[in-house]
């Protein structure tokens, strides 16, 4: 069966939901440090494991999640934030592996 990007469309739209609303929380710096560091790579990593569980693999997954994750370094962070887009990129190919292990033991 042939895979559709259509199948991608809620997953990448949990990971702009990841990306865009949760810095709205961000009030201080310690709260920051714990959305950036523990909150948002964990939910991509869920979201990309579901993924995995329920499509297959998908690299198509990452590269939507580096190219997300990219507007928001402009909109909330500096440039510096640049290198959370490959890390995430990472978590979510780390995810969707780990998830297409369980994707034929359903």
């Known amino acids: 069966m042939k895979k559709s990007c259509a199948a991608l469309i809620p997953y990448v739209l949990v990971l702009a939901v990841d990306f865009y609303l949760l810095p709205l929380l961000m009030v201080g710096t310690g709260t920051a440090m714990l959305l950036m ?3 948002m790579p964990l939910a991509a990593f869920i979201t990309a ?5 329920r499509r297959g693999f998908f690299l198509l997954l990452p590269a939507a999640a580096f190219v997300l994750f ?8 500096n440039a510096s ?4 887009a490959a890390a995430y ?3 979510v190919l780390a995810g969707n592996c ?4 369980f994707y034929g033991k359903r």
């Open 81 to 84: 934030a640049w290198v959370y």
């Open 89 to 91: 990129a990472i978590i």
């Open 49 to 53: 494991l579901a993924c995995g569980m």
């Open 98 to 101: 780990a998830g297409r292990i």
């Open 37 to 39: 560091l523990f909150v």
């Open 70 to 77: 990219l507007p928001t370094i402009f909109i909330y962070y």
